[in-house]
C-alpha cells in the first residue's frame, strides 16, 4: 500500500545518501532532533527493508531510536512498512495473534499449553516470533521439538497446521528474513532495538484479536496506543512472564486494551485481574521440558505452572468473546485442562 498522496518526506542535501535525513532527524543533539513522523517511520523502515541502506546508517538509526526511545507513531509506521514487505494467503483467517520473541528464562513456557487449550476452545491461533538473539534463554521452536511439535517453514504449512491442530508457529525469518536479521543485531549492538517492539506488533494475517507480553511496564501504553493507531479491531498488552504471553499467577494482571470499532474509533481500556496465590512461589532451579509434559500427562503436579497455563488461557478466551466475565474465563480454561488429551506428549 502505497504513502498517502502529498506525504512530505525529508529530502537529502546535495551529496547525502538518501537514508541520511533519518539519521539527521533522530541525531541533530537535544534541541534540533525530534521523532520520526508516522509517515517517515515507514518511508525509513520500508527502505531498510529493500536494502537501501548502509550499514552504518542502519546500526545508527536503530540505536539513536534505542536511546529517544519508540513513540506510538513511530511503532505503527514501522508495522505498516512491514506489512507492505510481507505476502500473507490473504484467505488464511485466524482468531488470535500471539507473538513469542523474549523466550524464557526463570519458568518453563507454560503457554505452550494454553495455546493448546485454546486450540480445544475452537479458536485459531498463529504465533510469530524469532529466536537465539539473547543467551541462556528457551526459545519456543526448542521448546516445541522437546514436545514433538514442529514450527511451521511457510505459509502452506502455517495454513495447514491452523487447519489439523488449531495453531502455528511460523518463524519471523520466515516471512521477513530482513527483519529477522535486524533483530539478530542484539549481540553486536549489545542492546535491544525498536524492532524486539515493532514485531510483536505486526499481526501478519490481522486476526481479530492481538495478544502481547511485554517485559518492561513502560512499554505497556505504547503498544496499546499504537495497536489504536493500526486500528486493530483488539488489542491486550501484559507483563508477561519474561516478556512472553504468559500470566504470572503470582502477581495481579493488569490488561492494557485498545479496542477500534467498525467505524474506525478506539478507546484504550485496562482491566485487573487478581494474583491467584496470596503468596509467591519459589522459582524452580531450572527449566525442564520433561517436567512439562509430566505436567500435561497428569504423572506430576505444578501448582505454579497450571495456574500460569489456565490463567494466561483464561485471558485470551475473555478477549476473544468465549468468556464473558473473568470468573467465567477461568472456569472454562479449567474445564478445557481437565478435560485435555492427557495422551498427546506420549
Known amino acids: 500500500m502505497p504513502l498517502p498522496e502529498n506525504t512530505q518526506l525529508p529530502q537529502p542535501k546535495d551529496g547525502e545518501h538518501p537514508f541520511a535525513p533519518y539519521v539527521r532527524i533522530l541525531g541533530k543533539g537535544k534541541k534540533g532532533s525530534r521523532s520520526l513522523t508516522r509517515e517517515e517511520a515507514r518511508h525509513a523502515l520500508g527502505m531498510i527493508l529493500a536494502?537501501?541502506?548502509?550499514?552504518v546508517q542502519l546500526g545508527a538509526f536503530l540505536m539513536l531510536i534505542r536511546v529517544k526511545e519508540e513513540t506510538p507513531d513511530e511503532l505503527a509506521g514501522f508495522v505498516e512498512a512491514v506489512k507492505d514487505h510481507i505476502t500473507p494467503p490473504a484467505s488464511l483467517q485466524v482468531d488470535i495473534?500471539?507473538?513469542s520473541y523474549a523466550g524464557k528464562r526463570r519458568h518453563a513456557p507454560w503457554f505452550l499449553f494454553s495455546?493448546?487449550?485454546l486450540a480445544e476452545a475452537g479458536l485459531r491461533t498463529f504465533v510469530h516470533g524469532a529466536e537465539g538473539h539473547t543467551a541462556e534463554r528457551l526459545y519456543l521452536s526448542d521448546a516445541m521439538s522437546e514436545l514433538g511439535l514442529e514450527p511451521a517453514t511457510d505459509w502452506a504449512q502455517a495454513e495447514h497446521q491452523l487447519t489439523a491442530q488449531g495453531?502455528?508457529?511460523l518463524p519471523l525469518r520466515q516471512f521477513s528474513p530482513g527483519l529477522a536479521d535486524m533483530i539478530d543485531l542484539r549481540p553486536t549492538l549489545g542492546l535491544r532495538s525498536p524492532v524486539h517492539s515493532l514485531a510483536r506488533l505486526i499481526n501478519p494475517l490481522n486476526a481479530p484479536l492481538v495478544v502481547q507480553g511485554i517485559f518492561h511496564p513502560p512499554y505497556l501504553p505504547l503498544h496499546q496506543?499504537?495497536?489504536a493507531l493500526l486500528g486493530y479491531r483488539?488489542?491486550?498488552?501484559?507483563?508477561?512472564?519474561?516478556?512472553?504471553?504468559?500470566?504470572n499467577p503470582d502477581n495481579a494482571m493488569v490488561v492494557h486494551k485498545a479496542e477500534t470499532d467498525p467505524m474506525g474509533a478506539s478507546k484504550l481500556q485496562h482491566e485487573e485481574w487478581p494474583a491467584l496465590f496470596p503468596r509467591r512461589h519459589v522459582k524452580p532451579a531450572d527449566i525442564s521440558m520433561s517436567h512439562m509434559r509430566q505436567v500435561w500427562r497428569g504423572e506430576e503436579q505444578d501448582e505454579y505452572g497450571i495456574?500460569?497455563?489456565?490463567s494466561t488461557a483464561a485471558l485470551a478466551l475473555k478477549e476473544t468473546g468465549k468468556a464473558a466475565s473473568q470468573d467465567e474465563a477461568l472456569a472454562l480454561a479449567e474445564s478445557l485442562w481437565a478435560t485435555r488429551n492427557k495422551t498427546r506428549f506420549d
Open 307 to 310: 495456574a500460569a497455563v489456565v
Open 167 to 169: 495453531f502455528s508457529y
Open 51 to 55: 536494502g537501501q541502506v548502509e550499514p
Open 225 to 227: 496506543e499504537a495497536g
Open 115 to 117: 495455546i493448546l487449550l
Open 97 to 99: 495473534d500471539w507473538s
Open 234 to 247: 483488539r488489542l491486550a498488552v501484559i507483563k508477561g512472564e519474561g516478556g512472553e504471553i504468559e500470566r
